[in-house]
Nanobody, 116 residues
């Protein structure tokens, strides 16, 4: 059974930073493209970033490119998303996802709130 469990979401002041984690199990993590997708309140899903199975290739949407770093640890089967210089518009639920253009599995999401 595939499981994706996100953690690390919290209330952060604007300008702050945090790191989200996603613990993966039930599939060969090192062979899969993984993504982070977020959903702001009242909005649709927004793909933010993806990383290849070996971690050698990454992609980040232009709107957050200077503030986001995606990484993975294949030994721990864990995906990470480092967010910095947080803005109120970064508020939303952040999902870990298996895949890129086609998502085959989703985590339950972790809430990030950027507010003073």
């Amino acid at each position: 059974e595939v499981q994706l469990v996100e953690s690390g979401g919290c209330l952060v002041q604007p300008g702050g930073s945090l790191r989200l984690s996603c613990a993966a199990s039930g599939f060969t993590f090192s062979s899969e493209i993984m993504s982070w997708v977020r959903q702001a309140p009242g909005e649709g899903l927004e793909w933010l970033s993806g990383i290849s199975g070996g971690g050698g290739r990454t992609a980040i949407v232009d709107s957050v490119k200077r503030r986001v770093t995606i990484s993975s640890d294949n030994a721990k089967n864990t995906l990470y998303l480092q967010l910095s210089s947080l803005k109120p518009e970064d508020t939303g639920v952040y999902y870990c996802a298996r895949g890129w253009r086609q998502i085959s599995d989703w985590g339950q999401g972790t809430q990030v709130t950027a507010a003073s």
